[in-house]
């Protein structure tokens, strides 16, 4: 299917943990994003790709590792999950760095 | 960082215009103005964005302030689906975009 999809759509861990967090899109867009949004908030971006193997944080990215062997993918990896981390990421993808971020539908992330 | 301002919330009824207004008073001039919605338990979606003139496309329309200190979101016949938060962003020094807490759009059958 064309478009952008993540997986898990859903994931609950326990503490210490690690999670990896899916991400692919068939656009071939250049740049991929990593947002998360807590509860009743606007997204935060945690980390951001302008090409293969090319990768920058954002505003939020302690505690999270990102990386990009492939246009298409841009997995998201909580090395050790913590609570605080339970929220929902959203993976964007534009061609243009900030025209036009297309983005999936979101992995609600429960860390207990 | 320029920063954006929106009201809260706004209703509007089924099948009429919804104005949804942003202050940004200290936009820089080059930084272009863009709008995402997010529609309830979904990720959010790209609407619009501009630079100085008016713009339009199939969702939407985009006033821009001659002074560039204000934009208008014109959605032109509301409908139920169009029920979201609306958010107006401005990119930061980094060029990113930084979503705020947006305007919640309520429509009324």
């Known amino acids: 299917d064309a478009g952008i999809t993540q997986s898990p759509r859903y994931k609950i861990t326990e503490t210490g943990r690690q999670v990896t967090l899916m991400c692919h899109q068939t656009?071939?867009?250049?740049?991929m994003f990593w947002y998360r949004q807590d509860l009743g908030h606007g997204l935060r971006l945690i980390y951001y790709?302008?090409?293969?193997?090319?990768?920058d944080k954002g505003e939020v990215p302690d505690g999270y590792v990102v990386s990009r062997s492939k246009t298409e993918n841009f997995p998201l990896t909580l090395e050790s999950a913590t609570r605080s981390q339970t929220s929902v990421y959203f993976c964007?993808?534009?061609?243009?760095?900030?025209?036009?971020?297309?983005f999936g539908p979101g992995t609600r992330l429960t860390v207990l | 960082d320029a920063k954006t301002t929106q009201p809260n919330s706004m209703e509007s009824n089924e099948e009429e215009p919804v104005h949804l207004p942003c202050n940004h008073s200290?936009?820089?001039?080059?930084?272009?103005i863009h709008w995402y919605r997010q529609l309830p338990s979904q990720g959010p979606e790209y609407v619009i964005h501009?630079?100085?003139s008016n713009v339009n496309n199939r969702m939407a329309s985009l006033a821009i302030a001659e002074d560039r200190k204000s934009s208008t979101l014109i959605l032109h016949r509301a409908t139920l689906r169009d029920a979201a938060v609306y958010y107006c962003?401005?990119?930061?020094?980094?060029?990113?975009?930084?979503f705020g807490g947006g305007t919640r759009l309520m429509v009324k059958p």
């Open positions: 964007a993808s534009s061609e243009i760095l900030w025209f036009g971020q297309f």
């Open positions: 656009w071939s867009h250049s740049y």
């Open positions: 790709s302008a090409a293969a193997d090319i990768t």
């Open positions: 200290t936009i820089s001039g080059t930084d272009y």
């Open positions: 501009g630079l100085t």
């Open positions: 962003i401005l990119p930061n020094a980094g060029n990113m975009l930084t």
